[in-house]
């Protein structure tokens, strides 16, 4: 998936985790980086742009972050169920708003897509990015968790193609010159305050 590429030594598995705490993204351990399929875009100077990863096994990253009274809630639908996890996608802030994100969105889509699974689960800690979760209409948030009656997180899960249909949207909307797509317009009623 150029200009992405699989990673597994430790010094790429540290550019990686810096690179997505950099981007607000929440530590990674050295098992689960082991566990996962990690990928990372690094520019003609070696420095990384971009990175992302995909798991089809438990632990499942996402779950973590969970309140503890609905782990078993999103452990169960995981356990049913041939499923890829996305997670730590990130882009280095220099690039924010270029090409290169919809370039991080299309690679982690097709991963996923390419992959075992038959079902894509991602979590979202910020509205924005749940919003992009939710273009495709077939994308099924089964959780949202609130603290202290804020956003705190979204859960998705519905068919690995899904992502790759709301990467879609997203490139469309672009083309065009066009704002995103609104809530309005593609997700439907099973996100709120899109």
């Known amino acids: ?112 897509y390419r992959s075992e699974a038959e079902y894509a689960f991602v979590c979202a800690h910020s509205p924005k990015l749940a919003c992009k979760y939710a273009l495709d209409p077939r994308s099924i948030q089964i959780l949202e968790e609130q603290e202290n009656g804020k956003f705190h997180s979204r859960y998705f899960f519905g068919p690995k193609g899904v992502l790759l249909g709301g990467v879609l949207k997203l490139l469309k909307t672009r083309k065009k010159g066009n704002r995103p797509a609104t809530r309005a317009s593609v997700m439907g009623p099973h996100v709120a305050s899109c």
């Open 1 to 112: 998936m150029y200009p992405f590429q699989p990673i597994s030594s430790d010094s790429d598995f540290s550019l990686f985790d810096a690179g997505n705490q950099r981007s607000g993204g929440k530590p990674i351990s050295s098992d689960f980086f082991r566990q996962a399929r990690v990928f990372m875009w690094k520019d003609h100077n070696g420095h990384p742009v971009a990175g992302f990863l995909i798991n089809l096994q438990a632990p499942f990253r996402n779950v973590e972050f969970a309140k503890p009274e609905n782990r078993p809630f999103l452990t169960g639908i995981l356990e049913r169920h041939k499923t890829v996890e996305l997670g730590a996608l990130w882009l280095d802030k220099s690039y924010w708003g270029s090409w290169r994100g919809l370039v991080l969105w299309l690679a982690c889509a097709l991963a996923a």
